[in-house]
């Protein structure tokens, strides 16, 4: 290598070497801090326990509201042509974007008890969302659901349509073309899509603790428990459960490595 | 390729070096910090870390907290006390401190991070609910019935262990919906009419105006509330917090306290 070569490479080293140290670091730090002694105890504390137990349900009940209602959505926005359709994509990637407090204080204003839908449902039925597992699961799918969408979409748009139209000239009904052609190529994308939306709704905080509040069992998934311990001073508690996220974080990032990492 | 052992070398030098430094500046060396340099008339910035029922007294300009000196520039920061007290002993810049309670107090005190405090100003709880009190509530009790929503502040917050103290002696069990952070955004959960009830300070009841209704909570009942105020002891603008800690014992501040509903020390 040359020494010009190679002062360019120093001079590129000194920011790429911060860069990286400003991710290890953090992470590092989380480590150095963890309660390595009594993590099993501080994570089997009954309140820790039900963070983790109601996080895995909302989680998993956002990622199912996601696939049912973003997959038929992804289609749509990829294979309809309707007027309209950039906005309507816009909106539907808006909270990917949108701080996800403004996204809690948006849910309230529509499901509120006092908000327009809310009302008319509390009024209707005597039931409402805020406070309520169904309501951390709402906040969790508005925020979750457009890295599935936008994962879908982009699958469903580049799908060779030579393969649909061959099942179609031999007779196979859409349905039987969408079970047995489309899903087949998509399906990839579409686990890509569950796992990134899956973890977003595992870490979400903002639109959850305004809208849903914060209880133990009913609304306190694992990122409020950590940040309401960590106010408290059981810093204990809360690095137990933020090793857990980052553990569960990185599987997904393993899970992902072949759609992200490169094969090198 | 002779490049990339200076690399990784560098790297590994970075990540540790800095790694090592982090590591060995824990919360009481931070508390140390540096000496007061400037001890003259009150002046630059001075950062109040104060419980969030503190919000109206403290931006009240009548009060006249922090504001006897125009060469000074007072920020707040109003949360929780538990909040405020773990980002204190994480070495925030916070150069003077008022908790809601003697408890949160008492933990910096014990870690060395305070100097002595004084009580400033009582408070007093009460329950508040929407206007015009759609659910009839007239004392504690009623905020055990199935059909009454109530949010109480977290542990740790002075107001929501305030009221399960007093719940607990008299023998109500509260099912809250929602445990928050602090007591502003527990009453803010009633003033948007998420829920039907809360229990806050007297005062903040007051600071909400006409979107909350107050119902007095007996005298008997009431617990001791006291508000603490402390000097940080890593504090850069000693002359200024010294200034600060004595006006809110002075004769002006108190008279404007009573007149939002606080009580004397």
Partial sequence: ?264 | MRSHPFRCLLAVAAVFGLGASCGSSSPSSMAAGEPASSRGAAKGTLKVFAAASLTAAFHDAKTGLGSTDPNLTVTYSFAGSNALVTQVQQGAPADVFASADQRNMTTLVRAGVVEAPIVFARNRLQIAVGPGNPKGITGLADLAEPGVSVVLAAPGVPVGDYTREVAARLGISITPRSLETDVRSALTKVTTGEVDATVVYLTDVRAAGSKAVGVDIAEVQQPAIGYPIAIVKATRNRAAAEAFVRSATSGAVQRSLVAQGFLPP
């Fill in chain 1, 1 to 264: 290598m040359t020494p010009r070569r190679w002062a360019g490479g120093a001079i590129l080293a000194g920011p790429a070497i911060v860069a990286l140290a400003l991710v290890v670091l953090p992470l590092v730090g989380l480590l150095q801090g963890a309660p390595w002694d009594s993590i099993i105890s501080e994570l089997t504390e009954s309140e820790a326990l039900l963070a983790l137990r109601l996080s895995l349900e909302c989680s998993l009940g956002a990622l199912a509201a996601s696939v049912a209602l973003g997959t038929p959505l992804a289609w749509v926005l990829a294979r309809r042509r309707f007027p309209g359709r950039s906005l309507v994509r816009a909106l539907v990637l808006l909270p990917m974007v949108l701080p996800p407090v403004v996204g809690g204080i948006a849910l309230l204003s529509a499901f509120g008890r006092r908000g327009f839908a809310g009302g008319w449902l509390y009024e209707l039925t005597g039931w409402r969302l805020p406070f309520t597992t169904g309501g951390a699961i709402l906040a969790e799918t508005f925020v979750a659901m457009p890295f599935f969408v936008v994962t879908a979409e982009a699958a469903f748009r580049s799908l060779d349509r030579r393969a649909d139209e061959a099942a179609a000239t031999l007779g196979a009904s859409p349905a039987y073309r969408f079970r047995r052609v489309t899903l087949p190529a998509v399906a990839p994308a579409l686990a890509a899509g569950s796992a990134l939306a899956w973890a977003r709704a595992l870490g979400e905080f903002g639109a959850t603790i305004t809208f849903a509040g914060n209880f133990p069992g009913t609304t306190q998934t694992m990122p409020l428990a950590i940040y309401l311990n960590l106010q408290s001073g059981n810093s204990g508690v809360a690095i137990a459960l933020s090793l857990v996220l980052l553990t569960v974080s990185l599987a997904v990032l393993v899970g992902l490595r072949d759609r992200w990492l490169g094969t090198t």
